[in-house]
């Protein structure tokens, strides 16, 4: 009989699961509302719910299961099997997942914290290409990572591992939302564009749409910036060159650090594609050293929302 | 009957070898010196000559042995057993080192890179305390690194990870021997130090009894900048300010990055001591994110020169 694993991809506003071959084929796909009512509550038991809801519903058995593997916001405790201060889910104390999860499902769980295993499904089936050194980057409203090197996913001493977005960029630069200043999550996660446009905004005297509409008080988007600077916007061009050149010199250091074959960058920024690519490249090239310029290369990750779930069923492997 | 290793630590200058319990404790030291004449080919068979008469010398038998493990500069290829690129040793051509010594000594053979040995060593006995996630910068000539994540060296895909002496600490800052710019190497091994008290002599204009001997032609040392520093003189106080921030800068990266228990310094220039390891905290603190400020500590290496003999053993517990 076919062996199957179970990936939960768990965020703030939806829960999406997957059921995957050993191999990492997803044959089904579906999602919940996250109910973040009661302090985050009725979040495992809906999980658990609509596990055994759709195993009924495909007509599967548990047996045929390795195991369900989880990405979570928050801090995990992976031995313990629990998470805490995952505040978008209103997570405040303990929560006992594991232990609630297996004996609602009768499924072996384990999990990580929601970058580690989006690199994790990015380095299986993704841009990483099952390589055993892969770093993953996810620019979206901040800045996640996660890293494999030498086969294995890093954790760090306190599970604070690939904390690429604090990485200082800019001393003495924007102040961060963690309290420190000049993190690259201040210049290249959406907000940072953001950010950084419209203090460009302030004192480009030329002539730019961006400029234009940052003035009038309109609402600006990271994505906004990246299609005006294609477009050849001359405000919007220079942002983008300045987010590029932070994200150049955090991942040449990076790569100087864990010299991986290859740093897949994802997350809704990514979006802006290859003209993204070859200007973080440009500057990727300049902070590199020659060694890890010749052997590591940047790539696009390709698993858009996928990365999630393919990720978080990865972990269950380690159940076979 | 008691399992021994033996550790070699080849250098430009000498040859240091140990022989170890399987639990770390030295139990005999001796070195020779390198002989780089007629392209370094004297090297691997005075490596072999002096193991053996050692031996022979203690009163040992082979049998006794689990392995031989050896940390090197160059480029080491792990499988093959080979090391090319070693210019200070004269091996400009590939060296089947590990075919060699095995033949020659009838000992299972094993080898790193020196900096990652040394890292290793600090990991086990010295001042990493053993731990899973320890990470070791020396500050000497050059800058090199050693990482240890989540129990394991990492060596990266081209086998340049670790290189923290490459990571860019100031953007269109000094020229390294490697070609980038900026690179931590240039201000804070010992060449760094002097390079950067040059510099900021030109332009000191207080009394100061660095500046007297820079300006009348002296041999500048990384010691007697740190001397004079501890002494209060006013150019060397702040010469040291500018190695510290940029070493806190590029350690608290390292730390925002790989999350270790402890980053140990090394080399030469940690000869310094705690008057360097406080300094360079305090920018440590400012530039590392809370999580990573309130898990990972600065310390200073405690093995001196047995750190690669007793990491190259360590190496060879693999073959236990």
Redesign the interface.
């Known amino acids: 009989m076919d062996r199957k694993l179970i990936g939960v991809d768990l965020g703030g506003t939806t829960i999406k699961f997957a059921i995957l071959t050993d191999s990492g084929e997803v044959q089904q796909k579906w999602s919940v509302e996250t109910n973040i009512l009661d302090e985050g509550s009725h979040i495992v038991p809906d999980i658990v719910e609509s596990i055994n809801h759709h195993i009924k519903l495909y007509n599967m058995d548990k047996s045929q299961f390795i195991g369900i593997g989880m990405g979570t916001p928050g801090t995990v405790d992976r031995e313990k099997g629990t998470v805490v201060g995952a505040y978008n889910l209103n997570w405040k104390t303990v929560q006992n997942v594991k232990a609630d999860v297996e004996a609602g499902t009768g499924i072996k769980f384990t999990m990580d914290n929601d970058a580690n295993v989006a690199g994790l499904g990015e380095r299986w089936k993704g841009a990483g290409e099952n390589?055993?050194?892969v770093s993953f980057v996810t620019l979206g409203t901040g800045i996640g990572?996660g890293?494999i090197?030498?086969g294995?996913?890093?954790?760090?001493?306190?599970?604070?591992?690939?904390?690429?977005g604090?990485?200082?960029v800019e001393?003495n630069g924007y102040l961060c939302t963690?309290?420190?200043r000049g993190?690259l999550e201040q210049y290249a996660s959406a907000t940072g564009v953001v950010h950084v446009a419209r203090d460009m905004a302030e004192e480009f005297s030329g002539d730019s749409e961006l400029k234009r509409q940052t003035d009038d008080g309109q609402d600006i988007t990271s994505k906004l910036v990246f299609d005006l600077a294609k477009s050849g916007d001359a405000l919007a061009v220079r942002v983008v060159d300045k987010v590029c050149y932070y994200l150049g010199?955090a991942l040449?250091?990076?790569a100087?650090?864990?010299?991986?074959?290859s740093i897949v960058i994802g997350g809704g920024v990514s979006a802006a594609g290859d003209y993204l690519l070859k200007q973080v490249d440009h500057y990727f090239q300049?902070?590199?050293?020659?060694?890890?310029r010749?052997?590591?290369s940047l790539k696009l990750a390709r698993l858009g929302n996928d990365a999630g779930v393919i990720g978080a069923a990865s972990l269950a492997l380690s159940f076979n």
Not at 155 to 161: C, D, P
Not at 256 to 261: A, F
């Open positions: 390589g055993s050194d990572g890293l090197a030498d294995q996913l890093l954790h760090g001493t306190a599970g604070a591992a690939g904390e690429i604090h990485v200082t001393p963690c309290g420190k993190c010199l040449g250091n990076l100087n650090t864990l010299n991986p074959e300049e902070f590199a050293f020659t060694t890890v010749n052997s590591t």
